[in-house]
């Protein structure tokens, strides 16, 4: 277990719907990330928060936002949905916000899947 | 830029056997680091071993090494007397600084082992 709760383990939805997926990093974790893993694109980066404020963005989509509460846990908003957005997303959290040689620990993930 | 290449897709090995997945790597900076996740059917991502490239030694946690060969960009993996347990996806992945910590993923070995 890396201490990395993702929440829902899966989700059905829709095209054109709304779906959040949740996440709560280990404890003592300052930095959560957020990962797409897909077939094609295979692990792609989103985007990084640490301690509430947005670091880095990677290839995170218009329709995609994401946020970093005071609890720390963050949220990961997806809209407008279409059919290639179906994926597994994980959500990753580490101690400090940016060493190259810092651990990140991955949650369960949350497999998307768009009909 | 940076990248991660994983030259074997999949892999065959017998119980109890050694094995070795290999990674290369590409990059430009000094400061970065080199991981090794599992990612079982079940779909979590799970944490194996961790170098740096400062580190002089090469990374060791059970019956994990990481064969670090700096001058050739080299990060393999070695799991030593194999187990049925062992069967799963095998990622590699880099930690770099651009902005804040970013890791990219090579595209993942499928190890089987066979009884």
């Known amino acids: 277990d890396s201490g990395v709760t993702q929440t829902p383990k899966h989700l059905i939805t829709a095209t054109g719907q709304r779906v959040t997926l949740r996440c709560s990093p280990r404890?003592?974790?300052?930095?959560v990330y957020w990962y797409q893993q897909s077939l094609d694109q295979g692990l792609q980066f989103l985007i990084q928060y640490y301690n509430g404020e947005e670091r880095a963005k990677g290839n995170i989509l218009e329709r995609f936002s994401a946020q970093q509460f005071p609890d720390l846990h963050s949220e990961l908003n997806l809209s407008s949905l279409e059919l290639g957005d179906s994926a597994l997303y994980f959500c990753?959290?580490?101690?400090?916000?940016?060493?190259?040689?810092?651990?990140?620990?991955f949650g369960s993930g949350t497999q998307l899947s768009v009909l | 830029a940076q990248k991660i290449t994983q030259t074997q897709p999949g892999m065959f090995v017998q119980e109890k056997e050694a094995v070795t997945l290999d990674c290369t790597y590409d990059t430009s900076d000094q400061s970065y680091g080199l991981f090794w996740y599992k990612q079982p059917s079940s779909g979590e991502m799970i944490f194996l071993i961790y170098?740096?490239?400062?580190?002089?030694q090469n990374a060791t946690e059970g019956r994990y090494s990481l064969n670090f060969q700096k001058a050739r960009k080299s990060a393999n993996l070695v799991i030593s007397a194999s187990q049925l347990g062992d069967s799963a996806m095998y990622f590699c992945a880099m930690s770099y600084l651009e902005g804040a910590q970013k890791l990219v993923f090579g595209q993942g070995t499928r190890l089987t082992i066979n009884p």
């Open positions: 990753a959290s580490s101690a400090l916000p940016g060493r190259a040689n810092e651990k990140l620990f």
């Open positions: 404890s003592g974790d300052l930095s």
């Open positions: 170098q740096g490239s400062y580190d002089e």
